[in-house]
C-alpha cells in the first residue's frame, strides 16, 4: 500500500499562486508516476499533470501548460504542484496519485493509489 497526504490548498485571487505539496509514504516500488487531477463540483475529475519518479519527465494537460509546474524530491518522497496565474477556472479540488510503472498516462483509470485531496479556490 502507499499513502498519499496533499497539502498546501487554500483561498487565493486570480492571478495569484499556490503550491499543491504531496507526500507518500508505505510500500515503494523501483519505477512509479506521480501525477494530480482535479475535480471542480459537478464536473468529471481530471488531469493536470504527471512526472515519473526516477526521469523527471513530465506532461502537462493543455489547460494548464506554462502556469503549474509539476516537480518532485525523491529525497522526501514528495511531489509538488506550483501554479501560478491562477484562473477562477482553477477551482477545484486536487488530488495526487500514484501509478506504477515508467509511463506517464492522463487516464485516471491508470492510476492504483489517490490522496485525500486538497481545495483549491480561486477568487475574481
Known amino acids: 500500500q502507499v499513502q498519499l497526504v496533499e497539502s498546501g490548498g487554500g483561498l487565493v485571487q486570480a492571478g495569484g499562486s499556490l503550491r499543491l505539496s504531496c507526500a507518500a509514504s508505505?510500500?515503494?516500488?523501483?519505477?512509479?508516476?506521480l501525477g494530480w487531477f482535479r475535480q471542480a463540483p459537478g464536473k468529471e475529475r481530471e488531469f493536470v499533470a504527471a512526472i515519473s519518479w526516477s526521469g523527471g519527465s513530465t506532461y502537462y494537460s493543455d489547460s494548464v501548460k506554462g502556469r503549474f509546474t509539476i516537480s518532485r524530491d525523491n529525497a522526501k518522497n514528495t511531489v509538488y504542484l506550483q501554479m501560478n496565474s491562477l484562473k477562477p477556472e482553477d477551482t477545484a479540488g486536487y488530488y495526487c496519485a500514484v501509478r506504477r510503472g515508467s509511463m506517464i498516462v492522463s487516464d485516471q483509470n491508470e492510476y492504483s493509489y489517490w490522496g485525500q485531496g486538497s481545495q483549491v479556490t480561486v477568487s475574481s
Open positions: 508505505g510500500r515503494t516500488y523501483s519505477s512509479y508516476v
